[in-house]
């Protein structure tokens, strides 16, 4: 088996990514549950705060009624080294490496590698992201295929021993109308910040620090600081949201794993517990049906109903998050006030569990 990744090694942290029920699930059979959990950044309380870093609402995630059982919290890069640990030994992982070309036939694939090389498989899973080259060599342009959302998101990671004093163990969400920033303590002292707001514009920005400049520069409290740390930032993880509607997850003896065919949520890595779950199962399928396209269409038919309710649920949950108007923000952090009265959490228990 052969596992080709076109960065040149395991990536940084990047962001945080929210590994939950299924994917839990999975991680359990694989036996990774024991040291997922050790690298969980827990978040046991989420502040709201305004433009000027007044408290809006503060909710206390550990008594929270409803709150999601069994989720851990860590970075992606976190993720990807624990899994990269655990792969069985005749996996053979190959860094720098992009796929420039995939020919099927009825019994193999054949690829050629980018810089140089080829490959000739039994099957091909295409688990390269929201901008899959895999989907559009073997499926057409992905552009077919994706439903912007209209917003940006911008992830880093930092150190600032005196914001982190400031956030006090807290995640700490800052909204105006059409922008959102949150900042998460980790255990290591370092704190993850994610921008969210909305555009119209379908063009991707030549620098995503000047762009949050741009969009960022006119609020205060901590924000003229984080823009500091953007532009020191070794790694900055942008994305436009999207979501990825494919009618089918395979063709021939090739299948698409992921946010490749099942991205569905406007904030980076909460497709990372659906993607373990799903390349389980289809491991599964693969093992023990009777041929490959029996295997892939399983593994689809289980799925493919899940992802479709996420979609719908994560646009909604989007203009809870980044409300576009002063009165609609106004009304959301009235319900938020709410929240943080005790007995009266559980009716927000699913847009909460979107942050923690």
């Known amino acids: 088996m052969v596992l080709v990744e076109p960065a040149s090694g395991p990536r940084p942290g990047e962001y945080l990514v929210d590994i939950t029920d299924e994917g839990l699930s999975a991680a359990g059979r694989l036996g990774l549950t024991s040291r997922l959990s050790q690298l969980d950044e827990r978040v046991s309380r989420v502040r709201w705060v305004d433009h000027a870093g007044h408290s809006i609402a503060s909710i206390d995630l550990g008594g929270r009624v409803g709150r999601t059982v069994g ?13 990269l640990e655990h792969l069985p030994s005749n996996v053979e992982v190959r860094f720098g490496y992009d796929v420039s070309e995939a020919r099927t036939s009825a019994g193999a694939v054949e690829l050629a590698l980018r810089p140089g ?4 498989a039994d099957l091909l899973v295409g688990a390269d992201g929201i901008h899959s080259r895999i989907r559009d060599l073997v499926f057409g342009d992905g552009g077919l295929w994706s439903r912007v959302l209209g917003y940006e998101t911008t992830a880093f990671v930092f150190e600032d021993a005196g914001l982190r004093q400031r956030l006090d163990a807290e995640l700490t969400i800052l909204s105006v109308p ?13 704190i993850a910040a994610t921008f969210v707001h909305r555009t119209s514009s379908m063009v991707v920005p030549r620098s995503p620090v000047e762009q949050l400049k741009s969009v960022y520069g006119d609020l205060q409290w901590a924000v003229p600081e984080l823009l500091r740390h953007a532009s020191a930032a070794e790694d900055v993880h942008y994305e436009q949201a999207a979501q990825i509607k494919l009618p089918t997850w395979y063709r021939g003896r090739v299948a698409l794993l992921g946010d490749a065919c099942q991205a569905f949520s406007m904030l980076p890595g909460q497709g990372s517990s659906v993607a373990m779950a799903a390349a389980f199962w289809l491991g599964q399928e693969i093992t023990h049906a009777p041929s490959v396209e029996v295997a892939f269409a399983r593994y689809q038919s289980r799925l493919m109903r899940q992802i ?3 979609r719908v649920a994560a646009r909604r949950a989007a203009t809870w998050l980044v409300p576009n108007t002063q009165t609609a923000l106004a009304v959301r952090n009235s319900v938020l006030r709410l929240a943080s009265v005790p007995g009266l959490d559980r009716i927000l228990s699913p847009v909460l569990n979107t942050f923690a």
């Open 178 to 190: 059409g922008r959102n920033i949150a900042l998460y303590p980790l255990c290591t002292g370092r």
């Open 308 to 310: 479709s309710d996420r």
């Open 117 to 120: 090389g080829n490959q000739t």
């Open 71 to 83: 989720c851990v919290k860590l970075l992606r890069g976190d993720l990807e080294r624990v899994l």
